[in-house]
């Protein structure tokens, strides 16, 4: 007769029971543990997004509160580093913790997210975005704002999520969290491009300002020795 063991995925296989015993089932070769059924079908822990920035409400969009909690419903946590102002609009709302603005040490709290979500209001136009970069050079997959100067080193669907309202905010982000190779790539490139934009493009950038500025106080100079002469 024929004892059915557990399946591949779960650590054995069937085999026939020898006359007169019980037969027991057999390791996959490779396999020291055995898996748990209940631990293969366990669901994966929910997926943490938040952002970081300056605790004063122009830095964070109108709808941001409407943003958050609609991803809080739909099972994510949200974490907000710099949000004190919006206590009063979502501060009660369950999955979601606001931080006032230095609460913990900005790479550590970046390393506690896996989704980066960031854009500010009308008000309030991000000149450079330096936290965006931040979080890019974390390796973290990036939803933002069409909005602000970071912009100029963001490329849509290759290394962030450009999004123009918080329907499409919201839409991405799950999208992110239903598909976790492309989120993983979307934050490889983002990664790639940080680092090449602050071992290179910056470096660079400042050289060329340096020497325009070096070249600026020389024509300063030549022209007073004229005048003076």
């Known amino acids: 007769s024929v004892v059915a063991g557990r399946g591949p995925c779960c650590g054995a296989r069937a085999r026939r029971a020898p006359r007169g015993g019980r037969a027991r089932a057999r390791e ?3 396999e020291g543990l055995r898996v748990r059924p209940w631990r293969s079908a366990r669901p994966a822990p929910p997926v943490t997004v938040g952002r970081l920035s300056g605790d004063i409400r122009s830095k ?28 009063r609009e979502i501060g009660d709302v369950p999955n979601i913790e606001v931080l006032p603005a230095g609460a913990e040490d900005p790479a550590a709290f ?15 136009f991000e000149a450079y975005g330096r936290v965006v970069i931040e979080a890019m050079a974390t390796g973290l997959p990036i939803v933002a704002g069409r909005r602000g100067g970071y912009t100029d080193h963001l490329r849509d669907r290759v290394n962030a999520m450009v999004i123009g309202d918080s329907d499409e905010a919201i839409e991405r982000v799950m999208e992110l969290r239903a598909d976790v190779a492309a989120a993983m790539r979307l ?43």
């Open 28 to 30: 996959v070769p490779g």
């Open 110 to 124: 970046l390393r506690s997210l896996d989704c980066f979500v960031y854009r500010t209001s009308a008000q309030w």
């Open 187 to 229: 934050g490889s490139a983002a990664r790639r491009d940080a680092v090449a934009l602050n071992a290179e493009e910056l470096p660079r950038r400042t050289v060329a300002l340096l020497t325009a500025r070096g070249a600026s106080a020389r024509r300063l100079t030549e022209a007073r020795a004229v005048t003076t002469e």
């Open 60 to 87: 964070h969009h109108e709808d941001d509160p409407r943003l958050w909690r609609a991803l809080a419903q739909a099972g994510c946590r949200v974490r907000l580093m710099g949000a004190t102002c919006l206590a």
